[in-house]
């Protein structure tokens, strides 16, 4: 298909919420501020949730598989039993074996990393030194639109 779901951030600073709230992010992703800033159990269980709702409509066929890099939060009783409830078909993949099993991260995500960069060095050209949230936001976008393109997603497979 060459698609990918909408986004999922995951950020620190859960008092700064409204910086996320009143952002110009497609209404589509999500921006789940944490104390910590890092997923836990409950983070990935709502991240699945969304996965969920964002591919139900578009599978072919009455399962889903999704593949996972195998982080605590993709293993636990919930998380896996909202699997089985929805007809989701959890992989997780062997750690350390990325470079063979994980074709989106040269494929997809090495393109990402440039174009986030080529969007970093074009505001520095400007004079920007120093980047907000929202200014984050922006351009992210604006680098995610030029490397998850349904060719670069397809190539990965």
């Not at 951030?9 to 944490?34: R, S």
């Not at 030029?146 to 997603?153: D, E, R, S, Y």
Request: include cysteine; proline fraction near 6%; aromatic fraction near 14%.
């Amino acid at each position: 298909m060459g698609t990918s779901s909408p986004l999922f951030f995951v950020f620190g600073w859960h008092h700064l919420v409204t910086w996320y709230a009143d952002n110009n992010i497609p209404e589509d992703w999500v921006v789940k501020p944490t104390d910590k800033g890092w997923t836990d159990n409950t983070t990935g269980l709502e991240w699945l949730m969304h996965f969920n709702k964002c591919t139900e409509n578009c599978r072919i066929g009455q399962y889903c598989v999704l593949v996972l890099d195998g982080h605590r939060s993709h293993v636990t009783v919930e998380f896996n039993q909202y699997c089985k409830d929805h007809n989701i078909v959890p992989l997780c993949l062997p750690p350390h074996s990325s470079h063979y099993t994980q074709p989106l991260n040269a494929i997809v995500f090495r393109p990402l990393k440039q174009a986030y960069c080529n969007q970093m060095s074009w505001l520095s050209q400007c004079s920007i030194t120093s980047i907000t949230k929202p200014d984050f936001f922006a351009t992210f976008h604006t680098a995610f639109a030029l490397a998850f393109t349904v060719q670069n997603i397809k190539s990965a497979f």
